[in-house]
């Protein structure tokens, strides 16, 4: 288990809040996702801000997973993260792009990072919620986690169970399930 840092939690967190740009404030979730993911036993982050060999699509984060027993062992070696700092929660539109861009890398598992969670209802599905359940239905898996989630983590260990939470009531409930 490793601790994180509440304060570079919370830098990262106001650089984004204070940014100039749209990009900058993506980038500050990007570096932030960078070190939480980074920290946990058995990944590496192994790229961000990649663009397609055809620079169509951008990958936010490229995780490579070793599967270590301590840290995602639930999951994939290889899976996306997408990083969303927007102001408002990220709708359909988001999700069926990162659909789009999970499918076409060949990754069945994806994490969502909504600053400020998804549009819509969980039951019934409305919006995100119905992009995700529809995501499922196709063996994607699609987790997402929220500025709240991330601001509540003092460790990896707090990550992981966060992960297995979420994988286990997306498969329970059928879409995301963000409590």
Known sequence: MARYSSRKITTYFNQGDTAATRTEKGEALQNLICYIF????????????????????????????????????????????????????????????????????????????????????????????HEIAMALSEMLHILVITREDIEALRDTNGLVELFQKRLCGLTRKGTAVLD
């Open 38 to 129: 980074g920290r946990v036993p058995g990944v590496s982050v192994i790229g961000d801000h990649e663009l397609s060999a055809f620079n169509d699509e951008e990958i936010d984060v490229l995780i490579w997973n070793r599967r270590d027993a301590r840290g995602f062992y639930f999951l994939p070696c290889i899976f996306l993260v997408e990083c969303k700092n927007w102001s408002n929660a990220v709708g359909s539109r988001g999700v069926v792009t990162f659909k789009s861009t999970l499918r076409s890398r060949g990754c069945d598992h994806g994490i969502l990072v909504a600053a400020n969670g998804i549009s819509g209802n969980s039951e019934p599905p409305t919006e995100a919620y």
